[in-house]
């Protein structure tokens, strides 16, 4: 992980069912003394949202329905990402000019 001590930081998940994986993530994070600490999702399950509110500075959740069932219902297209995806898409952001432009749009689905 970068050092994050000082700085503000955003984490982003694809959505909050049970909320393991943020909670875990904004937890490492926060052990590393960010300025702000901002978790965004575009879909969550409303007691899971509001349980992470006091994980962080600001929680960012569009939606937040109680009958949420699962992230993958809100999405049209919610096929996995394997490691070597992930790991393309680290690289490309570590190169400089490694935005959206440079390659292909999504590794592993070119």
Do not use: H
């Not at 969550?44 to 349980?51: D, F, H, I, K, L």
């Not at 490691?83 to 952001?93: F, M, Q, S």
């Amino acid at each position: 992980m970068p050092p994050v001590a000082g700085r503000p930081v955003i984490v982003v998940d694809d959505g909050l069912a049970t909320g393991g994986t943020a909670r875990a993530a904004v937890r490492a994070v926060r052990g590393r003394g960010p300025s702000r600490l901002v978790l965004a999702v575009p879909v969550g399950a409303a007691e899971t949202v509001r349980s992470l509110e006091a994980e962080v500075d600001d929680l960012v959740v569009p939606v937040a329905p109680w009958d949420f069932q699962a992230v993958g219902q809100w999405y049209r297209d919610f096929g996995q990402l394997g490691d070597a995806d992930v790991t393309a898409w680290l690289e490309r952001a570590g190169r400089p000019g490694g935005g959206p432009a440079d390659g292909p749009a999504e590794p592993g689905r070119a």
